[in-house]
């Protein structure tokens, strides 16, 4: 799903309409048809690999049918950023989900909090295995 952006005309990027992604993964702005879309899709798409690396469940894991997914991003409901996960990751995650993208966090942030996990604090939150509640 990384690489939904594709060349750059000035001041925002083109999809490639051929690219399919996942809609688990994808950005919602992946879904308009005008297929505009900036870098930021990319850091959506990081967020929901995040939450299954630090254990937390597959984006809208609940939903077995694609359409339901869509669906859901259609209607603005964020993939689900686990409770258990510790609270310097939360906003990180959350801020990964914002459905504007110019309001999505930068990476540089997304790799200030990752920098800042230690171990101990992955196995005390039980981020150090996968987890669905």
């Known amino acids: 799903d990384f690489g939904k952006t594709q060349a750059w005309d000035g001041d925002c990027i083109l999809?490639?309409?051929d690219l399919q992604g996942s809609p688990r993964y994808s950005a919602p702005e992946c879904?308009?048809?005008?297929?505009?879309?900036t870098e930021k899709v990319?850091?959506?798409s990081l967020?929901?690999?995040?939450?299954?690396?630090?254990?937390g469940p597959?984006?809208?894991?609940?939903?077995?049918?694609?359409?339901k997914v869509c669906e859901l991003i259609n209607r603005r409901v964020p993939p689900l950023v686990p409770p258990w996960f510790t609270p310097q990751v939360q906003p990180?995650?959350?801020g990964c989900f914002d459905f504007e993208p110019d309001r999505r966090i930068e990476i540089s942030e997304v790799q200030l909090a990752l920098k800042r996990l230690t171990p101990e604090e992955l196995?005390?939150?039980?981020?150090?295995?996968?987890?669905?509640?």
Not at 31 to 37: E, V, Y
Not at 47 to 55: A, R
């Open 42 to 44: 990319d850091i959506w």
């Open 31 to 37: 879904f308009h048809p005008n297929g505009r879309t």
């Open 58 to 67: 597959l984006p809208y894991e609940e939903v077995p049918l694609m359409q």
């Open 92 to 94: 990180m995650l959350c």
């Open 123 to 133: 196995e005390r939150y039980g981020m150090d295995k996968r987890r669905t509640r």
């Open 47 to 55: 967020g929901c690999c995040l939450v299954e690396v630090l254990g």
């Open 15 to 17: 999809a490639d309409q």
